[in-house]
């Protein structure tokens, strides 16, 4: 077989570093989400791009599919091998090849996480902002397009995102972008991969964009009778020029998960989590203005501190959300979806989302960056009963088709991967279709990630 003599020639580069044993499959064969195990044929562990220019050669002469894996925290598929093959595991690649504190940028491996980098870049005073939440790999952060609770100051990984290297399909390394900050050069082929899935190739190298550790921050937490005056404080705010470093919500729901799992108290409401970030006099003045305008709308009093141990117990549960509303149903499995919508329909999205879930047999607590008008609904249901499943599908394709009503998209940051592909053709059209163009001319015998994003054979 094709996949046999590919595997044997992968040996031979490889050594250990290639593996078929059935554990390291499995662990390759499963995301955080609902979908089935799917076993890939073997592992590869590569630690430089010239490994994986070999891996494409070989898979692209034995027509064997490739499918790279950062942290394996993706939401929608991504890293699942459904047409078998080789995943690439990029964990041994997991260098910082070049601090440049004077220019504020930073060449990476793929491999590397976020947390390492910033505990890396420590001693400089820089950071880098993208922060999804989970300790995810940048590499699979600039595939997905990652972005989270600091978007709205800072964007996603295509605003951060300077340069790349990518091994083609046919084994060709093509860098793209340049330390500049802007370019009129051509097709900006840095943005096209950012966010491509690996379905357009496998990103060797990565520089990014840093910025400056703020001198102060304060973060502050506030609660409402309706989410619909949370949304109103958050649009208020924005349209203001009050600069926001995070602003977070939660629903009722997620707020009752919170106070269970961490121990923080929180009423049954909906919330909002703030973050403000500048000089000390700074933080304080945007702290107090924003404390106003949640009291013109009817919010709690608004509790703000600048102390260090505080905000981290705050953004801490924040992250933690995922698993907090897990426990509140022990035993269940989550279907995780998301959506993103202009600002000025996100109360409405919320709403009507919440309307469809009291009135199915399952939970959903809501929580997500109002900020940007991302939110994620965290469906929880019995693995061991199939309607449950269906139900929490049926919800989250209500979700989509709403978010696309709204004049949104169906996924604000998680991706298309499989899970979404089914809304691509209502959102793109014909755009749709490029997008597969595009893809055939990279990748014309569809092995790199096949699948996923792109309309399928």
Not at 63 to 75: D, I, N, Q, Y
Request: glycine letters at 10%.
């Amino acid at each position: 077989m094709a996949t046999d003599q590919a595997l044997a020639a992968l040996q031979q580069v490889l050594g250990e570093r290639l593996t078929c044993s059935k554990s390291e499959r499995a662990l390759h064969g499963k995301s955080e989400s609902h979908f089935p195990m799917v076993l890939p044929d073997a592992v590869a562990y590569p630690v430089s791009s010239a490994e994986v220019q070999q891996i494409a050669e070989i898979c692209a002469k034995h027509e064997t599919p490739m499918v790279g894996w950062g942290a394996g925290t993706s939401l929608e598929g991504h890293g699942l091998a459904v047409h078998g093959g080789v995943v690439v595991d990029f964990s041994k690649m997991n260098r910082i090849l070049e601090i440049r504190a004077a220019d504020m940028d930073v060449t990476v491996q793929p491999g590397v996480t976020r947390e390492a980098l910033n505990e890396e870049l420590r001693a400089t005073g820089l950071f880098f902002p993208i922060d999804p939440g989970a300790n995810a790999s940048l590499g699979g952060m600039a595939m997905t397009r990652a972005s989270g609770t600091t978007t709205v100051r800072h964007g996603t990984m295509r605003e951060n995102v300077l340069g790349l290297k990518a091994v083609l399909a046919d084994g060709r390394l093509i860098h793209t972008g340049s330390r500049a900050r802007k370019s009129a050069a051509g097709y900006d082929l840095t943005s096209l991969f950012v966010g491509s899935e690996g379905t357009l190739g496998l990103v060797t190298e990565l520089t990014l964009k840093l910025q400056g550790i703020p001198e102060a921050t304060s973060a502050g937490i506030c609660s409402f009778d309706r989410m619909s005056d949370a949304v109103n404080t958050v649009m208020e705010t924005i349209q203001m020029g009050i600069p926001m470093g995070r602003i977070e919500f939660t629903c009722a729901d997620t707020a009752r998960a919170f106070t269970e799992y961490s121990g923080l108290e929180m009423a049954q409401a909906p919330h909002l989590l703030v973050e403000f970030n500048g000089s000390p006099e700074s933080v304080a003045q945007d702290a107090e203005r924003f404390a106003e305008i949640v009291a013109d709308h009817g919010g709690s009093p608004f509790r703000w501190s600048a102390k260090e141990e505080e905000r981290r117990a705050l953004w801490a549960m924040r992250h933690n959300g995922y698993y907090a509303i897990l426990a509140s149903r022990p035993g269940a499995r989550a279907i995780v979806t998301d959506i993103c919508v202009p600002i000025s329909r996100l109360a409405q999205a919320v709403e009507e989302t919440q309307y469809d879930i009291a009135a199915s047999s399952i939970t959903g607590p809501i929580l997500g960056h109002v900020g940007d008008g991302n939110f994620h609904t965290i469906l929880l249901v019995d693995p061991d009963q199939p309607a449950e499943m269906e139900e929490a599908k049926r919800l989250s394709d209500l979700m989509a088709h709403r978010a696309l009503r709204l004049g949104g998209t169906c996924t604000g940051e998680h991706g298309v991967g499989m899970g979404k592909l089914g809304f691509m053709a209502a959102e793109h059209g014909a755009g749709w279709d490029i997008m597969g163009d595009i893809k055939k001319a990279l990748d014309p015998k569809g092995l790199m990630n096949p699948g996923k994003l792109v309309p399928q054979e």
